[in-house]
C-alpha cells in the first residue's frame, strides 16, 4: 500500500505537520480574532436589549398600577 511505503512515509510526515501548523496558524491568527469581535459585539448588543428591555418593562408596571388604581377609583 502506497501510505505505507518507507520511501514516501517522510514527505507525508513533513507536509501533514506542515499542513497543520499552517491551520493552526491561521486559525490563531484570522478566525480566533474574528470569533472574539463577534462575540463581543453580540454580548455588548445583548447589554444594551435587557437594559432597555429592563426599562421598558418598567414603564409598563407603572402604567399598569396608574390603570389598577383609576379603575379602582373608578368603580368606587
Known amino acids: ?29 484570522t478566525l480566533l480574532p474574528l470569533y472574539v469581535s463577534v462575540k463581543k459585539t453580540r454580548m455588548k448588543k445583548l447589554k444594551k436589549n435587557s437594559s432597555e428591555i429592563l426599562k421598558f418593562e418598567a414603564k409598563l408596571k407603572k402604567k399598569n398600577s396608574n390603570l389598577i388604581t383609576k379603575n379602582i377609583h373608578f368603580l368606587s
Not at 12 to 29: C, H
Open 1 to 29: 500500500m502506497p501510505q505505507f511505503d518507507i520511501l514516501t512515509l517522510g514527505s507525508q510526515t513533513f507536509w501533514v505537520g506542515f499542513f497543520t501548523a499552517f491551520l493552526y496558524y491561521y486559525s490563531v491568527k
